[in-house]
C-alpha cells in the first residue's frame, strides 16, 4: 500500500511538473477527447443505421398481416377464384398448384443436386469439380427471369401449351445450386475415419456413400432442400410465361397452372378492390409459408447437427 | 467390384450433366437471339425506339433505365449494409440487440420478390408521389426513384451478409495490435479493418449490383412500364427483366420475340461475368 501511494504522489507531482512546464500535455488531452467524440459518434450512427434497415421488414409484416388477415377464412382456402364483381371465392387453385410445382421442381432438383454435392465433396481436388463449382456460382447468379425464358424456349414452345411442368422445369434449376451448396458443406463435414471404417469392414465404397455417409450427414440436405423450397417458393418471374396462371383448379401438370405468386402478381396489378383484399390475403399466407420453411430449415440444421 | 465402377461413372456423369445444363442455357439464349442479332445487329443497343407493332427494336432506354436503377439502389444500400456487417461483425457479436438484427436481416431477405412489390405499390408509390409534388415534379409515384428505394431494401441483406463475412477474415491479431496501440474502435474500423477488406467489400458490393440487375419482380411493378429514355430520376422507366416480363408472353413474330431473349442473354452474361469476377476477388483476400 505504502509503495502504491508513493507511486500516486510521484505521478501527480510528474503531471504538475508537466502542466506548468508546457502546455502540450493539454492539447494532448483535447486530442483524446475528440477521438472519443468520434468513436462514440460513429457507434451511434452505426447503431442508427442498422436498425434503420430493419424498419421496413416490420412496415411490410405489419400492413401484410394487418391487410391480409381478414381475407383469411375457411372459404379462402378451400374455393375457387370467383370471376370480377362477385364477392368471396378463395385461393384453392393457388395453393394446390403452388404445391405441386414445389414437389415436381423439388424431384427434379434433389436428385442431381445430391449426386452433385456427393460428386463436389468426394473429387474435391480434381479439374472437373472445380469447373462443376464454378458452374454452379454462376448458376445461383442467373436472374430468375431467365430461367423463366429458357423454360418457355425448352417446354412451353416446342409443346405449344403453357403448362405447370415448364414452370416446375425452371424453379427446379433455381433450386439445384442451394441444394448442391447445401450437400457438399455437409459432406465435407464427415470424418474420414467413418468412411474407411465401413470400407475396412468390406463394405463397397458405393454402399458406404449411400448407407453411411449419406445417412449421416441426411440433416444437411433436408436443410438445403427446404432452404431451396423457401426460395423458389415466392417466385414470380420464371412462372410469367411457364406456368402462366389459371382461374381454375387444373391438377394436370402440361396445362397452365395457378400459383400464389403469380396470383399476387396478377391481382395486385389489377384495379378491383376485392381482388386487392385477396392478394393480400395469399401474400400473407406465402409470407407465413416461407418463413415457416425458413424456420423449420434452421430447426432441422440446429437439432440434428452432423458432429463428430 | 463392378457396382463401385458404375457408381464413379454415375457420379462422374452427374456432374457433366450440370455442365452441360449451363452450357444448354446459354447456347439457347445466343441460338434464339441470333435471328435479332443479325438482323437488328449494334443498332439494337444504341436506337432509343421500342415499338414492335412498328418493328422497331431499340433497347437502349432499358440498358440506361437498368443501369441507373440498379446503381440507385446500391448507392442507396451501400451505407446501411456496410453499417449492418460492423454492426455484427465489431460492435454487438452477440446479445439481445445483435440476434433481432440479425434474424431482421435473414427474415427481409426471406421475403418474396413480388410481395415487396406488392408492398411498394401501395404504400411506397403513394408516399413518393407526395414527396414528388413537395418537389415540384410530375407526380407519377411510379418510377425509377421508387424502384431503386424498393431495391435497395432489397439487396441490404444480401450485401450485408458477403460484407460481414468478408470482415470476419480479418485477423485478429491485427486489430489486437491497433488495439494495444490505444487505438479506439472506430480507429481500428477505419485504420485496419476497412482497408484489409476493402477489395472483398467491393466485391460484395458489385454482387449486390449484379443481384439488383436482374431483379424482376418488385422492380415491374412500381417503375411505370415506359419504353422511352428516362429524362429524371423521378420519371417511370422500364428495365431489362421488367421488359421481358412484360411483353415476353405477348411476342409473337420472331424478331420481337428474339430481341427480347436477347436481352435476356445480356442478362446471363453481365451477372456470369459480375459473379466470376468478385467471387475470385473475394477468394484471393481470404487466402492471403
Do not use: C
Amino acid at each position: 500500500m505504502g509503495y502504491q501511494k508513493d507511486v500516486k504522489s510521484l505521478m501527480e507531482k510528474e503531471i504538475n511538473k508537466n502542466l506548468e512546464n508546457n502546455q502540450s500535455f493539454i492539447v494532448n488531452d483535447k486530442h483524446i477527447f475528440f477521438r472519443k467524440i468520434y468513436n462514440i459518434l460513429f457507434k451511434t450512427s452505426i447503431i442508427l443505421f442498422s436498425i434503420i434497415s430493419i424498419i421496413p421488414l416490420f412496415l411490410i409484416l405489419f400492413y401484410v398481416l394487418q391487410k391480409g388477415i381478414t381475407a383469411i377464412d375457411w372459404d379462402f382456402f378451400v374455393k375457387l377464384p370467383k370471376p370480377v364483381g362477385v364477392e368471396g371465392g378463395g385461393i384453392s387453385n393457388a395453393i394446390i398448384g403452388t404445391f405441386l410445382i414445389i414437389l415436381m421442381s423439388s424431384l427434379m432438383s434433389v436428385p442431381l443436386g445430391v449426386g452433385t454435392g456427393i460428386f463436389l465433396s468426394e473429387y474435391q481436388n480434381s479439374k472437373l469439380a472445380y469447373v462443376v463449382r464454378l458452374f454452379v456460382e454462376v448458376l445461383q447468379g442467373v436472374p430468375s427471369i431467365v430461367m423463366g425464358i429458357i423454360a418457355y424456349l425448352w417446354v412451353v414452345r416446342p409443346m405449344g401449351i403453357f403448362s405447370g411442368f415448364s414452370g416446375a422445369i425452371a424453379l427446379g434449376m433455381m433450386m439445384l445450386p442451394v441444394i448442391i451448396k447445401n450437400t457438399e458443406e455437409t459432406l465435407k463435414l464427415i470424418p474420414h475415419s467413418l468412411k474407411e471404417a465401413s470400407m475396412s469392414l468390406g463394405v463397397p465404397y458405393y454402399k458406404t456413400i449411400l448407407k453411411v455417409v449419406l445417412p449421416s450427414s441426411i440433416s444437411g440436405i433436408v436443410t438445403g432442400v427446404l432452404i431451396g423450397i423457401a426460395r423458389i417458393a415466392g417466385e414470380t418471374a420464371p412462372l410469367l410465361f411457364t406456368a402462366f396462371g389459371n382461374p381454375f383448379m387444373n391438377l394436370n401438370i402440361f396445362k397452365p397452372m395457378n400459383s400464389l405468386s403469380l396470383l399476387i402478381f396478377n391481382y395486385a396489378t389489377s384495379p378491383y378492390q376485392d381482388w386487392h383484399r385477396i392478394a393480400w390475403g395469399a401474400s400473407l399466407f406465402l409470407i407465413v409459408f416461407v418463413l415457416f420453411t425458413n424456420l423449420v430449415a434452421n430447426g432441422v440444421a440446429k437439432k440434428w447437427k452432423v458432429e463428430f | 467390384m463392378k457396382s463401385d465402377t458404375v457408381f464413379k461413372y454415375v457420379l462422374h456423369l452427374i456432374a457433366v450433366i450440370i455442365l452441360a445444363l449451363l452450357s444448354l442455357i446459354f447456347i439457347t439464349l445466343f441460338v434464339n437471339s441470333l435471328p435479332s442479332i443479325k438482323s437488328l445487329g449494334l443498332k439494337f443497343f444504341i436506337s432509343t425506339r421500342w415499338n414492335p407493332v412498328k418493328g422497331e427494336f431499340g433497347a437502349l432506354p432499358f440498358l440506361v433505365g437498368t443501369l441507373i436503377t440498379s446503381f440507385l439502389a446500391l448507392i442507396i444500400s451501400t451505407p446501411f449494409s456496410l453499417s449492418i456487417a460492423v454492426f455484427l461483425s465489431e460492435y454487438f457479436k452477440r446479445g439481445a440487440l445483435s440476434s433481432v438484427i440479425r434474424s431482421g436481416v435473414e427474415l427481409l431477405s426471406g421475403i418474396p420478390s413480388v410481395i415487396y412489390g406488392f408492398w411498394g405499390l401501395f404504400v411506397l408509390v403513394p408516399v413518393i408521389r407526395n414527396l414528388e409534388l413537395k418537389l415540384h415534379v410530375p407526380p407519377y409515384g411510379v418510377g425509377i426513384f421508387t424502384a431503386s428505394l424498393l431495391l435497395a431494401i432489397m439487396i441490404i441483406p444480401y450485401s450485408a451478409s458477403i460484407i460481414r463475412e468478408v470482415m470476419k477474415l480479418v485477423p485478429a491479431d491485427l486489430k489486437e495490435a491497433a488495439y494495444s496501440l490505444g487505438a479506439t474502435r472506430f480507429e481500428v474500423l477505419k485504420g485496419v479493418v476497412i482497408p484489409y477488406s476493402k477489395s472483398g467489400i467491393t466485391a460484395g458490393l458489385i454482387l449486390a449490383l449484379g443481384r439488383a440487375l436482374g431483379e424482376t419482380m418488385a422492380v415491374t411493378m412500381v417503375i411505370g412500364n415506359a419504353n422511352v429514355l428516362p429524362t429524371s430520376i423521378f420519371a417511370p422507366s422500364n428495365t431489362m427483366a421488367s421488359i421481358i416480363a412484360n411483353e415476353f408472353s405477348e411476342a409473337v413474330d420472331s424478331i420481337y420475340l428474339s430481341s427480347l431473349v436477347e436481352l435476356g442473354l445480356l442478362l446471363i452474361v453481365v451477372s456470369a461475368a459480375i459473379n466470376i469476377i468478385s467471387r475470385w476477388v473475394i477468394k484471393r483476400t481470404s487466402k492471403v
